[in-house]
């Protein structure tokens, strides 16, 4: 089964998680991904506020195996419909 690693990008720093995940295909990764980012939304109450140019500079993106980023997943994406 192929690793994926996911890397969290805010525009200035890239933060990367210590383990790789065992992902089925690169579709599965992207729907972890959007999960992540929609936790990580959650968590910052605050995320609304923040104007869209700021919004659009986080995203998380997926590691192949080989190092390569294989796929760019914005937060943007995550977000539900605008309350």
């Known amino acids: 089964m192929p690793q994926y690693a996911l890397h969290i990008w805010n525009g200035r720093d890239r ?9 089925p295909s690169i579709e ?7 999960q992540l980012a929609r936790v ?3 968590a910052r ?9 700021a919004r659009k500079q986080f995203v998380i993106e ?3 195996e080989a190092g390569q980023t294989v796929l760019t997943v914005p937060f943007t994406e995550a977000e539900g419909p605008m309350s």
């Open 45 to 53: 109450s605050s995320w609304r506020e923040l104007p869209i140019e």
């Open 62 to 64: 997926i590691v192949d």
């Open 15 to 23: 933060y990367g998680h210590p383990r790789k995940l065992d992902l």
């Open 40 to 42: 990580l939304i959650a």
């Open 28 to 34: 599965a990764a992207h729907a972890v991904a959007l």
